[in-house]
């Protein structure tokens, strides 16, 4: 079974507003809200990564990121490691340089099952206030 690691961004604002991309329809997990971010290459750390692909995805120059944590899951077809951080300071701003939908959404108001189960866990810290 292919293992996946992924870098995960969670881009939040002064106001606790967390911003959000969709996952395309062709793609694994099609149309679920996601935290932007994407696949860590061969000799790249997961801070790299992130950083990368925040540029790709987002536009945004990351300035300041903190490991917060990581979920491992197992689907039916692929298991993905998410390395998760927390992303408070940005130059730039956000916004879906690929095409995808995007939102800002209030990190109280987070909906789980609206995301893959990957990042269940996350979103119960989030929702507690906990990060």
Do not use: C
Request: hydrophobic share 40%.
């Amino acid at each position: 079974m292919k293992h996946l690691q992924v870098a995960v961004g969670i881009i939040r604002n002064a106001e606790k507003q967390i911003f959000l991309t969709q996952r395309a329809a062709t793609s694994h997990m099609a149309n679920k809200w996601e935290f932007p971010g994407g696949k860590i290459e061969a000799g790249e750390s997961a801070k790299q990564a992130l950083q990368r692909e925040l540029q790709e995805e987002t536009g945004i120059e990351v300035t300041s990121a903190k490991a917060i944590g990581s979920a491992d899951h197992t689907y039916a077809d692929v298991r993905v490691t998410l390395h998760f951080f927390l992303v408070e300071a940005w130059q730039g701003e956000p916004w879906g340089r690929e095409g995808q939908p995007q939102r800002w959404v209030e990190q109280r108001d987070l909906v789980a099952e609206e995301f893959p189960p990957a990042n269940h866990e996350l979103i119960a810290r989030l929702l507690n206030d906990e990060l």
